[in-house]
């Protein structure tokens, strides 16, 4: 039975969705879990600095294929320049240096592209219809993060243009984002911008709460933040990426090499709302914005 290497930055607990729909896409091409497939399971807890030592163990355990975040990748292509890799990837794959190009990717490594910088200066502009009169936007980053400064400077440029005021904010830890927050009892901004990053994500039950208790509008670039009652998302849909990466996992399987299979940018695009945090925030939501949201919760 071949085996699949799933390489994830966070936990076990923060990927039930993904996982399914990871397993959805391997079996559109025929692969289910324990029947004709193997899955290998590596998750950091979100202690990045363990992705190389975990890329190794996979390698080590001769899977035929590994599927990971973009973090995760560059760990992988490290430590191996046969074992094919598919991959998440927010920030360009290009300059990141995972493959030679989007069409004819080359060597050991194929994925999807997240486009998460592209829509940045959406996300700010859809803030900016929920919030006309708010002018500084704090924006929270992890600086380790691959695609971190990618998008700092798409939303500088995109705050720019709209005559916004940015804030930096960094965080790296659990802590780090309690601190955060506390400053912003004191430096308070008009509204907060998270930043797309495997760490936040599973840390999003704890910024979307702190959100709500500071009474900060937040955006994000994910719908599960408003599936947990942050204000607003935009962005890829996460399930459909995964699914893809299912389904490059599958056709590799069936002898397809990644340097042939081109890497997918993503063309599903969520805006959801919550409609719930709106009220308790106090904010009334322009009809023109609930018209054009993918989902409003209620």
């Not at 391997?26 to 890329?55: M, S, W």
């Amino acid at each position: 039975m071949p085996g699949v290497g799933f390489l994830d930055p966070t936990s076990l607990d923060s990927s039930g969705d993904i996982l399914r729909a990871f397993r959805q896409g391997l079996k559109d091409t025929g692969y289910v879990e324990g029947e004709n497939v193997a899955i290998v399971y590596r998750f950091a807890e979100n202690q990045f600095d363990r992705l190389p030592e975990l890329a190794a163990e996979l390698v080590r355990r001769r899977v035929a294929v590994i599927a990971t975040f973009s973090n995760g990748a560059l760990a992988a292509k490290a430590a191996t320049t046969t074992t094919p890799i598919v991959f998440i990837a927010a920030d360009d794959p290009v300059k990141l240096g995972l493959v030679a190009s989007f069409a004819r990717p080359g060597g050991n490594l194929t994925g999807i592209n997240f486009l998460n910088a592209e829509v940045t200066a959406k996300r700010l502009e859809l803030l900016r219809e929920l919030m006309p009169a708010a002018t500084r936007i704090a924006v929270l980053v992890r600086p380790a993060n691959t695609g971190a400064a990618t998008v700092l400077t798409e939303v500088e440029a995109a705050a720019h243009a709209m005559g916004l005021e940015i804030q930096v904010v960094n965080a790296s830890t659990s802590r780090e984002i309690d601190a955060v927050f506390a400053t912003f009892a004191r430096d308070r901004p008009d509204a907060l911008f998270v930043s797309p990053d495997p760490f936040f994500r599973n840390r999003r039950m704890q910024v979307t709460h702190l959100a709500t208790r500071h009474a900060i509008p937040a955006t994000y670039a994910l719908r599960d933040y408003a599936d947990a009652g942050g204000l607003m998302s935009y962005g890829t849909s996460l399930m459909d990426a995964w699914r893809q990466v299912g389904v490059y996992s599958g056709r590799i399987l069936k002898g397809a090499k990644p340097a042939d299979l081109p890497v997918v940018q993503s063309t599903k695009f969520e805006l959801v709302i919550n409609a719930q945090t709106a009220r308790m925030l106090g904010i009334e939501v322009p009809p023109s914005l609930l018209s054009r949201a993918d989902e409003v919760i209620e």
